[in-house]
């Protein structure tokens, strides 16, 4: 039983207590049991404005207590009240924010896509017309097929400059719509062999420019990272360094320091180098910034986004030291394990 139930109960056990007693007292007075006097003759009286008083204060104890009841309901409804409230404004906020961010994403997709077209108008275009060009000239007799092959050399470094630009530009268009954190295949990749690769694959263009690659990498140097992300790095990288490398220049890879949880690699040119005024457009999304090679090569400006992209995707982080005429140095900081 609660306290207020019990002191109801002593409030009514007091009140019939008085009420039966006067009656008893009256009905042995009555009866010559006890004396008949003023206080027997009207116990009856005593007893009932007894009752009454005591039903009265109990009366009075339960308003009392049903007004701080209803004080109490009141102060647990304004306060409900204001919860609630404070949630609306929270989840207001919180819409807000979501609808900025949404609102920022468009702009950024706006960007993008003027982006896109710029580069497709532009830079994809001018070595398409040229190749187009020169088959018209071969076709309407122009050309002879000597002049022609004297030619190829040219040529076909402009198809593999296209193709290096189409897929730098699929990858960073993706990169834009698809959370590459979601689609990451994390592994242990050996970095040496990876440069060893893109070596291989860029013989041509380092014969052809009489340029040197030297991989000083250990051979057991491991990156815990996505392989395919780390072999775009590393072609990117290289591509920028054929490109920017005069003929006859030297691009070496190297380890800077390494533990059981990052390792730091370099890639070095002797090169043109870069202005404090270009390397602060490095890495910017909103600006498009390319420039011709050493011979003219032509980019997008898309390489090294992608790869600072694809770093910090795989919980890395790059940056350049660069002075003009004195060559560049990319160092990419990665995860070891």
Known sequence: MSFKQQENAYFYISAWFFTLSSAIIFVLAINGILPLNTFTRNSTYFGVTAEVIIFGFALGVRINRLRQEKELAQTAIIQQIQENQRLIEEQNATLEQKVLARTQDLENLNQLKDKLFSIISHDLRSPINNLKGYIGLLKRGEAQPEEFKNHMPMLEQQ?????SMLENLLNWSKS?????????VKEKVNLFELVEINSQLNNMEIQRKLLTVENTLPQNTVAWADKDHLDTIVRNLLSNALKF???QGKISFGIRDQDDSFLTFWIKDTGVGMTAEQLGKLFRTNTHFTTLG????QGIGLGLLICQEYIQANGGK?????QPKQGSTFFVKLPAS
């Open 159 to 163: 198809v593999s400059n296209i193709g």
């Open 294 to 297: 050493t011979q003219r090569e």
């Open 176 to 184: 834009q719509f698809i959370n590459n954190q979601s689609k990451l």
């Open 318 to 322: 790059i940056w350049v030291e660069s």
């Open 245 to 247: 490398t005069s003929p």
